[in-house]
């Protein structure tokens, strides 16, 4: 008998298509969608990413996934067995890097204004420092 998947997480390399896919399954499934970055990072209006203090992080993280269903789109691989543990089932979505870096820099001229998966204020940026997070993600 196939079990009901109520708590979906969603992972792997930044411009690997997590969120546009975890947007397309909330709409198809009508689970609740939390996408990582838009808790991690306070905000962007002085146009330098100011993160959330970690341990208030995680307590959203905690509050997030003690809900009955959810689908969480996002990496924080420090947190990453908080989600695991608690998900129906897991997707890790594991593109090659040229893939990846063709979505990053697309996302950076015509991003989905339906996608909400940033923190107030944010305007996507590029910076030597994130692609060099893309190019070692497997590292980490």
């Not at 198809?28 to 991690?40: Q, S, V």
């Amino acid at each position: 008998m196939p079990t009901k998947l109520d708590k979906i997480m969603i992972f792997g390399r930044p411009g690997s298509g997590k969120s546009t896919f975890a947007f397309w399954l909330h709409k198809k499934i009508n689970l609740p969608l939390y996408h990582l970055d838009k808790y991690f990072y306070i905000d962007n209006w002085t146009k330098s990413w100011i993160e959330r203090d970690y341990n208030e992080f995680l307590k959203i993280q905690k509050d997030i996934v003690n809900k009955n269903n959810w689908i969480v789109d996002g990496n924080c691989l420090s947190s990453l067995e908080l989600r695991y543990n608690k998900a129906d089932i897991c997707i890790y979505f594991d593109y090659p890097r040229y893939i990846c870096y063709l979505r990053i820099f697309k996302r950076y001229f015509y991003k989905d204004k339906n996608i909400k998966d940033r923190a107030e204020g944010y305007t996507e940026t590029l910076n030597l420092k994130f692609l060099k997070y893309i190019w070692n993600f497997e590292n980490r």
